[in-house]
């Protein structure tokens, strides 16, 4: 650092300032003593500065499974949000036991957790240790804590107001997994526009999320002719057992998912869902995440933060 200030013209307090981002440094002297850093090759050291200010710039990630579509893109976008932060990132995973993965992450000296989708449904208050600040993605407005989550519900209804209006009586429904909130809120938004269309909701056939179990519960849907898919990946196995029984989509039978994972475009056919903005979900955690650890907590009270959707149409409907 004193290399730094040499070469800058500047004192050893002002590379301190430039380091740790203060504003009270002019931009002209911000790029001279960053284009000295960078002539030295000098990188702030992480533990240092984690003894200094208290904070170890690294957020903790609390997941069940990264194999689902909507957790590995949560990842990958708070991994971004938080890099453009200047933090880190820590994953650990939860199965059945929140607080264990509470505890390592403290043991790690993170400075604050998210708590990715279906992990939010192993939470409660009392799981949440002395210090430790969180946001939990997909939980109730009324759940204790920063949450944020997808208009599921919103999605649900918009999925299922598009295949009444292409003329189908009915429309059938895969959701996900019990216990999940985002399958709770997307199946309520499902039957309430039916309820809303004085439509009886017919029996819910319920997956995992995964592909395979979409291509599993084809066989109870051999006679629907319109059906509401939970995620994508069910969706995807669904028009594959679909197919395996003689039925094509949409020609015998509309199928829309939810998420628009990156390949959905890439189905055959291309798949009609509902986007999730993964981005602005990630985004809207990291910056409450944030703001809570850098104003040591003060100001942070439980809210929630909903993020919209949007109906994608592609040829799987009809």
Known sequence: MAM???????????VSRVVND??????????????????????????????????????????????TVGNSRMLQATAEAAERRGYALMVVTAVGDVAAAFERLQEQGV??????????????????????????VDAAADSGFRAVSSDHAGGARAATRH???????NVH???????????????RGWRETLQAADIEAPPVVRGDWSAESGHAVAASLEQAAAVFSANDQMALGLIRGLA???????????????????DAANFRPPLTTIRQ????????????????????GGDADAG????????IERSSTH
């Open 4 to 14: 730094v200030a040499g070469r800058a013209g500047v004192s050893g307090q002002t």
């Open 22 to 67: 203060s504003p009270r440094v002019d931009p002209a002297t911000r790029a001279r003593v960053e284009q000295a850093m960078a002539e030295l090759g000098y990188r702030p050291h992480r533990a240092a500065r984690a003894l200094r200010t208290g904070r170890s710039q690294t957020l903790g990630i609390v997941a069940t499974t990264l194999a």
């Open 111 to 136: 400075d604050g957790a998210i708590v990715l989708n279906e992990a939010s449904a192993l939470t409660s208050a009392s799981d949440q240790p002395e210090g430790l600040r969180l946001v939990v």
């Open 163 to 169: 295949l009444l209006q292409l003329g189908h009586a």
């Open 173 to 187: 429904h895969v959701a996900g997994p019990e216990g999940s909130f985002a399958a709770a809120e997307r199946e």
């Open 244 to 262: 395996d029984r003689g039925r094509r989509v949409p020609d015998d039978v509309s199928v829309i998912g939810f998420d628009d994972m990156p």
């Open 277 to 296: 903005d993964f981005a602005a979900l990630a985004e809207v955690a990291v910056s409450a995440l944030v703001a809570e650890i850098e104003s040591a």
């Open 304 to 311: 929630s933060h909903v993020v919209p959707t949007e109906l």
